[in-house]
């Protein structure tokens, strides 16, 4: 049993920083990938960052320049550091991580999502 643990979502206002964390606790062998996804209303789910086994991080044109993904392998936990936010940039986002349990089964898990509202 595998569970993520978001926080960090709120309101603010344009230009503004927010930082998102995710945990994932439980019984992990392995972490291979650490990501985050969001989802604005009426549209669908978009990668925004991702973290592939802490050598390689890809990001979204959107928010490149403005958005920095980062891992703590140690507490099992990923973040998202969002700087110079924008309108366009509320959503829902979400904590994906690719993960072998135990078993040496590998298994996709998803966060439960944090609300990001940017707004004046």
Same mark, same amino acid.
């Given at each position: 049993?595998v569970?993520?643990?978001?926080?960090? @979502?709120?309101?603010? &206002?344009?230009? !503004?920083?927010? %930082?998102?964390?995710? #945990?994932?606790?439980? +019984?992990?062998?392995?972490? $291979?990938?650490? @990501?985050?996804?969001? &989802?604005?209303? !009426?549209?669908? %789910?978009?990668?925004? #960052?991702?973290?592939? +086994?802490?050598?390689?991080? $890809?990001?979204?044109?959107?928010?490149?320049?403005?958005?920095?993904?980062? %891992?703590?392998?140690?507490?099992?936990?990923?973040?998202?550091?969002?700087?110079?936010?924008?309108?366009?940039?509320?959503?829902?986002?979400?904590?994906?991580?690719?993960?072998?349990?135990?078993?040496?089964?590998?298994y996709?898990?998803?966060?439960?999502?944090?609300?990001?509202?940017?707004?004046?």
């Amino acid at each position: 049993q595998v569970q993520l643990v978001e926080s960090g @979502g709120g309101l603010v &206002q344009p230009g !503004g920083s927010l %930082r998102l964390s995710c #945990a994932a606790s439980g +019984s992990i062998f392995s972490i $291979n990938a650490m @990501g985050w996804y969001r &989802q604005a209303p !009426g549209k669908e %789910r978009e990668l925004v #960052a991702v973290d592939t +086994s802490g050598y390689r991080r $890809n990001y979204a044109d959107s928010v490149k320049g403005r958005f920095t993904i980062s %891992r703590d392998n140690a507490k099992n936990t990923v973040y998202l550091q969002m700087n110079s936010l924008k309108p366009e940039d509320t959503a829902v986002y979400y904590c994906n991580v690719l993960l072998a349990t135990m078993d040496l089964k590998e298994y996709d898990y998803w966060g439960q999502g944090t609300q990001v509202t940017v707004s004046s």
